[in-house]
């Protein structure tokens, strides 16, 4: 006898329906997997096996073949575990045929007959097909993020089965939830005494989704800074919430009590990550990297001059177009990947260089190995660049209490819902020929930039991405629709020329 | 070009010089008794010609033997042959060129490429320093070596990097034209670029400047070369300034080498905090004569300049300056500070202070350095 189950798999972060085929005929007891099944989904056979017995059920003495279609595709991980025994029971008689008409299910199954929870169970949940969708307990909330009426969180097979042979109770619906209180980061901007320059840069990378470059000895308070940082962005929208969920369910990431992601993801990878581990990728199952983990949040770069130049480099791609395209033997697939990257580093490998006191024990050779890692475009692609000094030793210690991360919040907010009614994401996003329409600039702020860029000091890209700041500057300052010459010239001071001082005389 | 004509005793010295471990103490004992080319015959025939004095410490068998084995090599022919082709011009003792005609230690020859009445022309000031310079002695270098240049002093320096590169940045900056004032002195041969990373500067010198060594073509970088370098740039100043040293630093056997000759030696002045000045203090307790910039040594030198003095150009700026830029400007004056130091010491939003500081960067008042603000 044949009973077919709806499930899925996950691919990048989508996830593709499969249809769980059970058939069950005489013949030598025997149980085979086929359509692309990769270790752990042959494995089903003996969890199965095992959860059918302790939940007092029958395993089938007879001829049992699963079949995952379509079969063209590689299925992997445990999640199908449960819409293989939820078919055999049909196929097997235990249960009637008409019960698992309608029904979709996902869920990894454990020897005892628990159901587990799976990565990437918003993805599969959305791409299961059926009325009702059995998934485990505890990923039920964030399934139901996409199928608000259909999900139904169950936590034993027993459970499934006597609600199915209609003596037990139906599992409850799972609800998401937008709504509470946001649980913020618990850093606040209140704990970084002075820096007064580094806080306003922080607060305009907040309101205007710009990179931000920090360069400074240690001790200046660049990771606190960063730290911060998604503490100061707004909520995400709904859009965004939606695929940072995604994501976070994949990548197997914490996520949010009421299932729904809704505080910009902040993440910030050590170094010695490897190229797959920051922009994605992985073999045969392409898994999502930090840039994907950080989308619509914070990508920080601590010790930036550590990373290899070839993971930076990588990042050039993903900052330029907000997804990457990860394409390997076995497919191709595109991940979401539109992150603000804030950078911090030391002005050389000791990272005293830069001061006038002579203490850098670097040489010219190792300082000038270390400031390459920075590339020209890569550099190129951070609007806000500042160096960050030392604070004063006595505001450290009775310095007055500083704006809390909440007050800067509000401006922030403000700020962004100014460039929302242009039509724009953000201010980082403007494009070149909406320049002229939405920040004119004022006759002063005009002469400053030809100034500017009689110099040397600015490129042509360099002065549109001046404009873009500058427009932040001012939905910051007032909302005003000109772009004031106070305006253009803190853009220009805040996009210096990091590490200039240290480059060679040649 | 026309082939330069070398006489027999150049082509032999040329082919000394390019043996190996030859410097020029030993060249000098070699050929104390006998002419060049007697001893390259004599070295052909497989054997040292006979020396009256003993020969210089360190000098054992196995030398002169690797000397016997590299005098027939066809690379001495090779690099006497690509004077020509590499513009090289060779100044002998003999040529009304030769500036060494008082100096103890004189080279045997001169490779030149460039322009090479630099050799006689006078003033000129060597500006020297360690490698490991910090971004302020640089700056001093770069300036000091502007200066010198517009008033038409050639600087001498080795090419170097650090200080040495930094001042002949300088005098590039000052001269667009083709013909800078601009001496290098460098220990390989004029084909072999080092410090790598010194290409660009290498050729500029070449080719607007003059560029010297004594090393024929070929001769790869050797730890004993710098120093002999050294002399050569105490031999070709009128005066030696070193910028920055460490206590122990190629500078200061430059130093060294201009006492030896009756060179003024020059220092500037650094913090007694930092190690990269410990050297150049050093020579200040013994008592050097500090500089501060290329202004103090035209005056040394008997030179006017014809720029504005510093005091007129203040005056003339402070006029158009606002009341808070004329607050900065005086905040700068002790100085280089941070914006956030400048907001507060004058009581504004760093917002304002940012514009401010950036507006008069774009004047030339300020120079934004890295975090720092300060005065040009």
Redesign the interface.
Same mark, same amino acid.
């Given at each position: 006898m044949l009973a077919i189950v709806s499930s899925a798999v996950v691919e990048g972060v989508f996830g593709r329906p499969v249809s769980v085929e059970v058939h069950v005929s005489n013949g030598l007891p025997g149980f085979t997997v086929v359509g692309l099944p990769d270790a752990s989904c042959r494995e089903a056979r003996d969890r199965v096996r095992a959860a059918l017995l302790s939940s007092g059920l029958e395993w089938p003495t007879r001829r049992v073949t699963v079949n995952l279609a379509p079969s063209g595709i590689r299925k992997h991980g445990a999640g199908l575990d449960l819409p293989i025994a939820l078919a055999l029971l049909v196929a097997s008689g235990q249960l009637p045929p008409e019960t698992i008409l309608k029904l979709g299910a996902a869920g990894e199954l454990g020897l005892d007959g628990s159901i587990r929870p799976v990565p990437g169970l918003v993805s599969i949940a959305d791409a299961t097909a059926g009325e009702e969708l059995i998934v485990p307990a505890r990923g039920a909330v964030e399934a139901a993020v996409v199928r608000p009426d259909a999900v139904r969180g169950a936590s034993h097979l027993r459970e499934v089965f006597d609600w199915l042979d209609g003596q037990g109770l139906r599992p409850s619906f799972a609800v998401a939830s937008d709504e509470g209180e946001l649980v913020r980061p618990t850093a606040d901007l209140a704990d970084v005494r002075g820096q007064p320059l580094a806080r306003y840069a922080l607060e305009l990378a907040a309101a205007g989704g710009h990179h931000l470059l920090m360069v400074g000895p240690p001790g200046g308070g660049k990771t606190m800074l960063a730290n911060r940082l998604a503490g100061l962005l707004p909520a995400l929208d709904a859009d965004d919430a939606l695929v940072c969920t995604r994501v976070h369910s994949v990548c197997g990431l914490k996520m949010a009590e009421g299932g729904l992601v809704r505080i910009p993801p902040f993440r910030a990878p050590h170094h010695g990550i490897s190229e797959v581990g920051m922009i994605g990728g992985g073999s045969p199952v392409i898994r999502p990297g930090e840039v994907s983990a950080s989308h619509a949040g914070v990508l920080f770069l601590d010790e930036m001059g550590e990373f290899p130049l070839k993971i930076l480099d990588s990042l050039r791609q993903p900052v330029e177009d907000g997804v990457i395209r990860i394409t390997r033997a076995s497919g191709s697939v595109l991940l979401p990947a539109r992150f603000q990257l804030v950078g911090a580093m030391n002005p050389c490998p000791c990272g005293l260089g830069g001061g006038d006191d002579g203490l850098c024990r670097c040489s010219d050779a190792s300082i000038d190995r270390y400031v390459r890692r920075l590339s020209a475009p890569l550099l190129d692609r951070f609007d806000l660049r500042i160096d960050v000094a030392p604070p004063d030793a006595s505001l450290l210690l009775a310095g007055p209490p500083e704006e809390s991360s909440d007050v800067v919040r509000e401006r922030v907010a403000e700020a962004r819902q100014r460039s929302r009614d242009r039509g724009y994401r953000s201010n980082a996003d403007l494009p070149a020929h909406a320049l002229d329409d939405v920040a004119p600039l004022e006759p002063e702020a005009e002469q400053l930039l030809e100034r500017a860029l009689k110099k040397g000091e600015l490129t042509g890209r360099g002065l549109r991405r001046i404009r873009t700041v500058a427009r932040t500057i001012v939905d910051l300052d007032d909302g005003g629709s000109t772009i004031s010459v106070s305006a253009v010239a803190r853009a220009l001071a805040m996009r210096s020329k990091p590490l200039q001082s240290l480059r060679g005389a040649a | 070009m026309t082939p330069q004509q070398l006489d027999e005793n150049a082509v032999a010295l040329i082919r000394l010089l390019g043996l190996p471990g030859m410097g020029p103490v030993r060249l000098r004992w070699i050929t104390s008794s006998c002419s060049a080319e007697e001893v390259v015959d004599e070295l052909l025939r497989g054997r040292l010609p006979k020396v009256s004095s003993n020969p210089p410490r360190a000098m054992g068998q196995d030398v002169t033997q690797q000397w016997i084995e590299a005098v027939g090599d066809q690379s001495a022919y090779a690099a006497i042959e690509a004077l020509d082709a590499q513009s090289v011009e060779v100044v002998t003792p003999q040529s009304s060129l030769w500036p060494f005609a008082n100096d103890p230690e004189p080279p045997a020859l001169l490779f030149c490429r460039g322009d090479t009445s630099l050799l006689t022309r006078r003033p000129s000031v060597a500006i020297v320093g360690t *490698? *490991?310079c $910090?971004?302020?002695? =640089?700056r001093v270098a770069?300036s000091m070596a502007e200066v010198l240049a517009k008033a038409g002093v050639v600087v001498v320096s080795g090419l170097a990097?650090?200080i040495d590169? #930094?001042a002949h940045?300088g005098a590039f900056d000052a001269a667009a034209g083709q013909h800078v004032p601009a001496l290098g002195v460098v220990a390989t041969g004029l084909d072999v670029v080092y410090p790598k =990373?010194?290409k #660009?500067?290498w050729n500029d010198v070449g080719e607007r400047g003059l560029l010297v060594s004594e090393a024929p073509l070929g001769v790869d970088p050797s730890r004993w070369r710098f120093p002999a370098r050294n002399r050569i740039i105490a031999g070709l100043a009128d005066l030696v300034v070193v910028v @920055?040293s460490h206590v122990k630093g190629g500078a200061l056997s430059t130093a060294d080498e201009a006492i030896d000759r009756g060179v003024p030696v020059l220092v500037v002045p650094? %913090?007694v905090?930092?190690? #990269?000045?410990s050297g150049t203090n050093a020579l200040l307790m013994d008592g050097a004569l500090p500089v501060r910039s290329g202004h103090d040594i035209l005056e040394l030198l008997g030179l006017t300049y014809a720029e504005e003095p510093a005091g007129a150009i203040e005056a003339n700026t402070a006029r158009q300056l606002s009341p808070v830029a004329r607050e900065v400007v005086a905040e700068l004056a002790a100085g %280089?500070v $941070?914006?956030? @130091?400048l /907001?507060g010491a004058t009581n504004r939003s760093? &917002? @304002?202070m940012? #514009?401010?500081? &950036?507006?008069l /960067?774009?004047d030339d008042v300020v120079v934004?350095?890295?975090? *720092?603000v300060r005065l040009p």
């Open positions: - | *490698r *490991r $910090t971004s302020l002695g =640089r770069t990097l650090g590169g #930094a940045s =990373r010194h #660009a500067l @920055e650094g %913090s905090l930092s190690p #990269a000045s %280089s $941070t914006v956030d @130091e /907001a760093v &917002q @304002e940012l #514009a401010l500081v &950036q507006t /960067a774009l934004i350095d890295g975090s *720092r």
